[in-house]
């Protein structure tokens, strides 16, 4: 059946209509003119088209050709549409069905056409039941003549009304029974698939049923983007697609999707400043879920302007909506009397909206107000006209926190219960502190923090320790499960930031319990918790490269997702330095070339989702190695592996050997830990003090550096039984930027003369290396045939860094090494040779971005490339390297994200494959540096292990260095992070003895082949 749009039906079919009677003389003259009409309204000249059509429907009254006055009347309808005179075109409607059903009754096409026309025409008058009455009836005449292409744009204008009525059950059995009848019925599917697919995205996120939301948005796209000509219906199919992603909480997914809306929409802001104005609003409140309250009202401004500037037609509810949102970034931002100041307004104006009643509820509930807050709750739950919505569900978690605060046991319990109710469709149960199973939830969102906020109050009562435990573990599973669903790594990072508090209060309970009961089995949760919080991005992304060789994918298709994911990093990179300078047409245009090549990849995951599980599963499925696995690894090594957790309120602290496992709280209060580790990491990364009074330095350092080993290792080194041989840090928040080597382990009296030399630092006593994670993967050495190698790089060595010369030449005496100096050490050159090397050593300029850390970057002298390799380049590099020495200022320091861990340079070489990674935490002072270095190559050439190697490096430093330069600043700013395992070299004996036996077997077995051909 052709595609034609329904809107162009109507006037068509009383043309052809009017031919096939044989019109003639007069009736022939008003035919021409509607022809005339019809040109006038296509080129967008509607007065000028109704000039005509009033001048001619005249004649054809006076004629009574009431075909051509019912094709006349319709066709004016079409101009009033268009012009937005609503009751004009209900008129023209009105008019026209007037005139069929009084003179043309036979006619059942004409008769159909003209009952939808006036149908559509009630729906800019929000006369949404009449318009219903119209369109069921056009429906009714349509299914006489099986024609099914109406018959489903009647079904989509009554299915779209009784969506504005709010009648979303009705709404969502009419929509699906049309997209059913459309894809049995047309062949190809019309423009309108797309609207009932857009439609029903829209009802089931109004219902909360947000997984079926995503996935008919979702559909809806990939229709409108198949279509050459989608225009503002594809718009609205975008918008739609990022509240999905925005109900489910993935922001960065919403965000790019409204923001590829926001971009098809400027290409004709004039026709599509209705939807930008909506987009702007749901970017608006995206930032403010992600707590970024400037970027929220610089989107309600936007949004402002652009209805100022365009006379936007919005409607009461829409704007009730919008100014709601302000309010909840003032209530957000503690602006309480200018959030009190809208809401009150809307509340004059619509004291039944839910929005208002909602947030006048959340105001008082923010001031703990419980008597004014429980009211309006209560009332906003009054008003919800469907009360399986997780908005309302919310509400009950409100009040049952409002419940608590006038200590009504019974009260919260029902509120509670009623929230998971809601959001856990058939969950019921008669026992007070019951938990869901986690399936078929409406809102993942709401119900972990209706999870969290009780898990909060069953800790307050320290009487129900068994719901306790079973609420926090089910919102633990609750994360996991979001982690997962969620698309953006973005939008990853900031859910377990978001789960931080929740993390921490698991912690804290079983380490209670397992104080009281010495419970074996509560250590491996306990320390599957402490792994949650850390890294999961880095474990994800280096699954990455296992997944590729699993599944049967082609490689084609692996390299066309390596080439979109490099495209992605570097348009996101290039729109990054735009935004930073401010050109708005650069701006454009890279957020345009980074959203295209977004979709490219979202529609190949999506392929890899349905057509290859396997590999798609080891993408993106779980993978953490257990405490049980940890401990064999720890006993291969003889390491003590030591791992914190830093919450908001507290930090704990894990032990774990081959055999042993211990776990502490530490008793320092947060605020003076954090502090007090702030002082040290200042004392010894600093010389100024040092400098201008070495006595107040030293007491510093020795009172600093005791204390906080007192805190951080002591109580679990005292509680081993067996020494370890090296320490395994596997750092957290604040502690990450730490180097505990550093830490002195025995008391030094005060007054005592400085000596820094005779230190008792931990260095002395163990090989220290540290680690993002207990189960990130490491990264299999494949190499085992080559000697090790080298390639070095020192591209400034000629000019402002020049002792980073003597430090690469330094390689040559250890190690077969390649080496390049000033000009020659391009980022060109470092790419093309990096992967066939064994040990990566850059002497070089580290810079850090901290606010955006895939832009911090290494420098490189220049050439044809900008001469800065950063992270996101990095991380598109596939190395193979056992160890990367980055002598530079700061590759280990940047942005710490919690979850994550520091966000650095090193961490990048980590994704590209290197298995372990020699970084700084601060300025590196070349003389001491080029020293360190030297040592720490002779450890690795005599195959000691790395950790062991460089302690061995930093004690041989401090045996040879002055009083002023055996401070910690010149030799603990470098840290091990990454495998231990010792670099071994092939000896060349060894490869020669193995070339000539290969060469042998070669010849045996060419001789074997001759021999059976002859016989």
């Known amino acids: 059946m052709p595609t034609t749009s329904y809107k162009n039906i109507y006037l068509i079919t009383l043309l052809t209509l009017a031919i096939s009677t044989g019109l003639k003389g007069q009736s022939g003259d008003v035919l021409t003119k509607l022809e005339q009409a019809q040109s006038l309204y296509s080129n967008k000249l509607y007065d000028s088209s109704l000039v005509v059509l009033k001048q001619y429907l005249r004649q054809a009254e006076v004629s009574e050709d009431w075909v051509a006055v019912a094709a006349a009347q319709s066709l004016m309808s079409k101009n009033y549409n268009r012009k937005r005179e609503s009751k004009l075109r209900l008129s023209a409607a009105d008019a026209a069905l007037g005139t069929i059903m009084r003179h043309l009754p036979d006619k059942d096409s004409l008769l159909a056409d003209a009952l939808k026309a006036k149908g559509d025409a009630f729906i800019p008058l929000r006369s949404y039941d009449s318009s219903i009455h119209y369109l069921q009836q056009a429906e009714a005449v349509y299914l006489k003549q099986s024609n099914w292409t109406r018959i489903a744009s009647c079904r989509v204008g009554v299915g779209s009304n009784l969506y504005r009525l709010r009648q979303f059950t009705s709404a969502d059995t009419i929509l699906s029974d049309t997209r059913k009848l459309i894809e049995d019925k047309l062949d190809p599917l019309p423009s309108i698939y797309g609207t009932v697919l857009n439609l029903l995205g829209a009802v089931y996120n109004n219902t909360g049923d947000y997984e079926k939301g995503l996935d008919n948005a979702i559909k809806s796209v990939r229709f409108r983007e198949s279509q050459t000509s989608s225009g503002q219906r594809l718009i609205y199919a975008y918008n739609n697609l990022g509240i999905a992603y925005l109900n489910r909480a993935d922001y960065d997914q919403a965000q790019e999707v409204l923001e590829r809306a926001e971009l098809t929409a400027q290409t004709d802001i004039a026709s599509n400043a209705s939807p930008l104005a909506s987009i702007y609003n749901n970017l608006m409140l995206i930032h403010l879920r992600k707590k970024n309250y400037p970027l929220a009202l610089g989107y309600g401004s936007k949004r402002a302007n652009l209805v100022s500037k365009y006379k936007v037609r919005v409607t009461e509810a829409s704007e009730i909506i919008f100014y709601n949102n302000l309010a909840l970034i003032q209530i957000q931002s503690g602006e309480f009397n200018v959030a009190k100041s809208h809401l009150d307004r809307f509340f004059k104006l619509a004291p039944e909206s839910r929005q208002t009643l909602s947030n006048l509820g959340f105001y008082h509930h923010q001031l703990n107000n419980p008597v004014e807050a429980t009211k309006y709750l209560n009332l906003a739950i009054g008003v919800f006209d469907n009360d399986k919505n997780p908005e309302v569900a919310k509400l009950y978690r409100y009040l049952a926190e409002m419940a608590a605060l006038n200590d009504d046991p019974g009260a919260i319990a029902e509120h509670f219960r009623k929230s998971i109710s809601i959001l856990v469709p058939g969950f019921q149960t008669d026992t007070e502190w019951s938990v869901p199973v986690l399936r078929g939830i409406r809102s993942k969102r709401e119900l972990l923090k209706t999870l969290m906020s009780q898990a909060r109050y069953l800790d307050g009562l320290n009487t129900q320790p068994d719901a306790l435990n079973k609420t926090l573990t089910t919102a633990v599973a609750l994360v996991d499960s979001m982690y997962y669903d969620h698309k953006a790594e973005g939008s990853r990072v900031f859910l377990k930031s978001e789960a931080l508090p929740l993390y921490e209060l698991a912690i804290k309970t079983l380490f209670s319990s397992y104080s009281q009961n010495n419970d074996k089995g509560t250590l491996s949760t306990l320390f599957d918790l402490f792994e949650k919080g850390k890294s999961s991005q880095l474990s994800d992304l280096l699954q990455i490269k296992n997944a590729n060789m699993m599944g049967g994918v082609p490689s084609r298709f ?322 193979d390297a056992k160890l990367a020495i980055l002598s530079a200022c700061e590759t280990g320091s940047g942005n710490f994200v919690a979850g994550e861990g520091v966000m650095s340079l090193a961490r990048g070489f980590t994704y590209a494959g290197v298995s372990s990674i020699l970084m700084s935490l601060w300025k590196v002072d070349d003389r001491s540096g080029t020293d360190l270095i030297s040592g720490f190559y002779e450890g690795l050439s005599a195959e000691v292990n790395k950790a062991g190697a460089l302690r061995a490096a930093k004690l041989s430093y401090l045996e040879n260095a002055d009083q002023l330069h055996a401070h910690p600043y010149f030799w603990s700013q470098f840290v091990l992070v990454g495998d231990p395992a010792p670099i071994k070299s092939i000896p060349t004996w060894q490869l020669w003895i193995t070339l000539a036996a290969l060469t042998l077997l070669g010849g045996l077995a060419l001789v074997r082949r001759r021999a059976q051909r002859n016989t």
């Open 558 to 879: 692996i390299e066309q997702e390596r080439a979109l994911e490099i495209d992605v990093a570097f348009y996101e990179s290039e729109l990054y330095k735009a935004r930073q300078e401010e050109d708005s047409i650069k701006t454009r245009l890279y957020n345009t070339y980074r959203l295209e090549k977004t979709n490219e990849l979202d529609q190949l995951r999506e392929m890899f989702r349905a057509s290859y599980p396997r590999y798609y599963q080891a993408r993106h499925g779980l993978s953490k190695l257990s405490l049980a696995e940890v401990q064999k690894k720890l006993g291969k090594s003889d390491e003590l592996l030591i791992e914190y957790f830093v919450g908001e309120n507290s930090v704990f602290a894990m032990a774990i050997s081959e055999t042993e496992v211990a776990i502490q709280e530490i008793s320092e209060p947060m605020a003076s830990l954090r502090s007090l580790t702030s002082q040290y990491t200042s004392t010894i990364s600093n010389t100024s003090l040092l400098q201008t009074n070495q006595k107040i330095a030293y007491q510093r350092l020795i009172s600093r550096g005791h204390g906080l080993y007192q805190q951080l290792l002591a109580p679990l080194l005292n509680h081993l039984q067996k020494a370890p041989e090296t320490l395994y840090i596997v750092p957290d928040g604040f502690l990450n930027y730490l180097p505990f080597e550093a830490l002195i382990t025995e008391s030094i009296p005060s007054g005592s003369t400085p000596d820094f030399i005779g230190i008792p630092y931990l260095i002395k006593k163990y090989p220290v290396r540290y680690s993002y994670s207990a189960s990130v993967p490491q990264n299999p050495n494949r190499r085992g045939w080559k000697k090790s190698r080298v390639l070095a790089m020192a591209p400034f060595s000629a000019e402002n860094l020049p002792d980073t010369g003597d430090e690469i030449e330094e390689v040559d005496k250890y190690f077969s090494a390649l080496l390049f100096q000033g000009a020659t050490g391009t980022e060109t050159e470092f790419q093309s040779q990096a992967n066939s090397f064994d040990v990566l050593h850059l002497a070089t300029h580290g810079t850090i971005d901290v606010q955006n850390p895939g832009q911090s970057y290494l420098s490189f002298a220049p050439d044809t490339t900008d001469g800065r390799l950063h992270v996101y380049e990095l991380e598109n590099m596939n190395l």
